[in-house]
């Protein structure tokens, strides 16, 4: 009974060695090809090859990954930038055989981009901006509140004082009412205390 056994699918680049029953992939050798599962084959004139896949060089194209001819891009060789095969092969821009055709959807896409990045620039600049101003506003804002609330503060001690002083005067407690600075402050910060 001869059996055979397949670990594995044999891929571009490989072939197929078959000991009895077992099959092993090898990848071919440095300078080589292979397209097939037979063997490897000496590397084509405007590629490299490297394990066992074929690299056009710059200034070439190639149709796809099952196929051996390399053609060179006579019209448009700065189109052709080099790798494995297709439009993989093309400068950003170009696609089609020997990379000649204008790549309409990619331009498109590009363009697009750059007005998204720039749109998405202006608004991190107005948004910057926004918070900036708004933390300027918010410190106005808080100094002002601190303002009205001392000058209420002033407003309302000045007033009790001098109620109380008035009263003292109508009842004949004290003739003489007046606080010194540093009572009229130590009433302030006691005050300020209460209205925290």
């Known amino acids: 009974m001869n059996q055979k056994f397949y670990l594995e699918s044999v891929n571009?680049?490989?072939?197929?060695?078959?000991?009895?029953?077992?099959?092993?992939?090898?990848?071919?050798?440095?300078?080589?090809?292979?397209l097939d599962i037979q063997q490897c084959y000496s590397c084509l004139s405007g590629a490299k090859c490297q394990n066992g896949i074929i690299y056009v060089n710059q200034g070439f194209w190639r149709k796809d990954e099952s196929s051996p001819l390399v053609i060179e891009c006579v019209n448009k060789p700065s189109n052709c930038i080099g790798n494995t095969y297709g439009n993989q092969v093309c400068l950003e821009g170009y696609i089609g055989p020997l990379c000649?055709?204008?790549?309409?959807?990619?331009?498109?896409?590009?363009?697009?981009?750059?007005?998204?990045?720039?749109q998405q620039d202006s608004w991190k600049l107005l948004g910057r901006e926004l918070f900036q101003n708004w933390?300027?506003?918010m410190w106005v804002m808080q100094r002002s509140e601190c303002f009205i609330v001392e000058s209420n503060l002033n407003s309302n001690l000045d007033f009790i004082f001098n109620s109380t002083c008035h009263?003292?005067?109508?009842?004949?407690?004290n003739n003489k009412c007046?606080?010194?600075?540093?009572?009229?402050?130590?009433i302030k910060e006691?005050?300020?205390?209460f209205l925290k």
């Open 167 to 173: 009263k003292r005067r109508l009842r004949g407690i």
């Open 135 to 137: 933390n300027l506003l």
């Open 12 to 34: 571009y680049g490989e072939i197929q060695n078959i000991y009895n029953t077992f099959t092993e992939c090898v990848v071919c050798e440095q300078d080589k090809y292979s």
């Open 178 to 186: 007046f606080l010194s600075s540093s009572e009229k402050t130590l």
């Open 100 to 118: 000649e055709e204008c790549d309409v959807n990619t331009i498109f896409q590009i363009l697009l981009q750059q007005q998204i990045q720039n």
């Open 190 to 193: 006691q005050s300020k205390h």
